[in-house]
């Protein structure tokens, strides 16, 4: 029974602070009621904190998006994230672009150019797929992480304390509110008290009855002043207190923008490790292919065909057009027959750099001219260059013929 009370008690006490202080807040708005401003100093670090809440959400947001383009995919990791449940691992685009590229190539065969291309492009996606699938986990546990941790745990605890200081503030000009109305009355009262009312005895009988109630009212209304001032004393000193601790918490904003600035740096070379690996499998597939292209096919991405293409009809002895959007061009190098009939040698500008697999071949930077010449039995798709005292097989595919 005690306790029902107690608890009808606090009850009763809650619901009047809260009455208070939505009385207090709704004058404020109206312009019918004093307010307590903070400090310029606590203002501007409530500034610079909200500051920080909003472009970290939105960073933590466009990040996730940047690192996961699919909404769907994006929803069932927050489920499972939720659910303290980890994720099942899903086969990203660039490995499931690779796999249908091996799968393919296997059914073309092996043995055939296109298939060979086909299966070597494959493996690279397969591979940019896995480091693609490397950076969203660095990512996402040394910048991700760290963010949603500031926005679900330290701005949680800022938003708290400031919704106690702002309860504490409410509470500190209600309690200053009364007080002047306490004041205000006893003047009143005091007035009241001091008036006399002079004439016949009924007058003067009801003229004292009227100070004795007066006398009882000032009483009442000095009680009251002493009592305001007692609840000012502790709302001050409450508020007080909130705002401190409200400050020292705001004041680690710095220290929380120090610790970002490490994530970001974190990511932005998780973001260049990842950018090297595909340049590196671009690199690599692209020397591959060079090896391989046919010497008598052109495929480009406006044509449904593959057509021999005519040794007479060109200059270039290579796919000079293999750095262009606008596909992956394999020719075969004109005058290649003439020049392997007859045993002179001609000039030829190299396209790209190329690294020497072997002792056997030149290794050639682009832009230099060099000295080709055709050697009896080797493959059509190399020829023999030459510059200075060095000499070495060059793949035609990295060269185009000058007059």
């Not at 939505?22 to 909200?50: C, I, P, R, W, Y």
């Not at 006893?186 to 001091?194: D, H, I, M, V």
């Not at 009809?313 to 000079?320: A, K, R, T, W």
Request: net charge neutral.
């Amino acid at each position: 029974m005690n306790i029902m009370d107690f608890n009808v008690k606090k009850l009763a006490a809650d619901a009047g602070t809260f009455l208070s202080r939505a009385v207090q807040f709704t004058e404020e708005k109206l312009g019918q009621a004093e307010k307590t401003e903070l400090d310029a100093h606590l203002e501007n670090l409530l500034s610079k904190a909200e500051c920080t809440k909003i472009w970290t959400e939105k960073i933590m947001k466009q990040t996730e998006v940047l690192l996961q383009p699919n909404p769907n995919a994006r929803i069932e990791e927050f489920v499972y994230e939720k659910l303290d449940r980890k994720a099942p691992s899903r086969i990203n685009n660039p490995e499931l672009l690779g796999q249908y590229m091996i799968d393919a190539g296997t059914e073309f065969g092996p043995g055939t150019a296109y298939g060979n291309a086909l299966i070597k492009c494959g493996e690279t996606q397969k591979r940019i797929g896995t480091a693609d699938r490397e950076l969203i986990q660095t990512s996402a546990l040394n910048f991700l992480t760290p963010l949603r941790n500031f926005i679900e745990g330290d701005y949680k605890t800022i938003t708290k304390e400031r919704k106690l200081l702002q309860n504490k503030r409410l509470d500190l000009d209600a309690a200053k509110t009364r007080l002047k109305k306490a004041k205000a009355a006893e003047t009143r009262a005091s007035q009241l008290n001091s008036a006399r009312l002079e004439g016949d005895n009924i007058m003067v009988n009801f003229s004292y009855m009227l100070n004795f109630l007066h006398v009882k009212w000032l009483k009442i209304w000095a009680e009251e002043v002493t009592k305001s001032e007692q609840e000012l004393r502790i709302t001050q000193s409450e508020f007080d207190r909130q705002a401190e601790i409200t400050r020292l918490l705001l004041e680690g904003i710095s220290s929380t923008h120090a610790h970002h600035l490490r994530c970001l740096n974190d990511f932005v070379e998780a973001q260049m490790t990842y950018y090297a690996q595909c340049y590196q499998y671009m690199l690599d597939l692209q020397k591959q292919l060079g090896r391989c292209f046919p010497s008598n096919y052109l495929c480009n991405n406006n044509q449904t065909s593959v057509t021999p293409i005519p040794s007479a009809s060109s200059n270039v002895i290579g796919p000079s057009s293999m750095a262009s959007t606008s596909g992956l061009v394999m020719a075969s190098p004109p005058n290649l027959h003439d020049l392997k009939e007859c045993s002179g040698s001609r000039k030829a500008r190299v396209l790209y750099d190329y690294d020497a697999a072997n002792s056997s071949e030149l290794s050639l930077l682009a832009d230099e001219v060099i000295t080709v010449f055709s050697v009896v039995g080797m493959d059509s798709d190399w020829l023999m260059g030459e510059r200075g005292n060095q000499k070495g097989k060059v793949p035609i595919t990295y060269l185009e013929l000058l007059n």
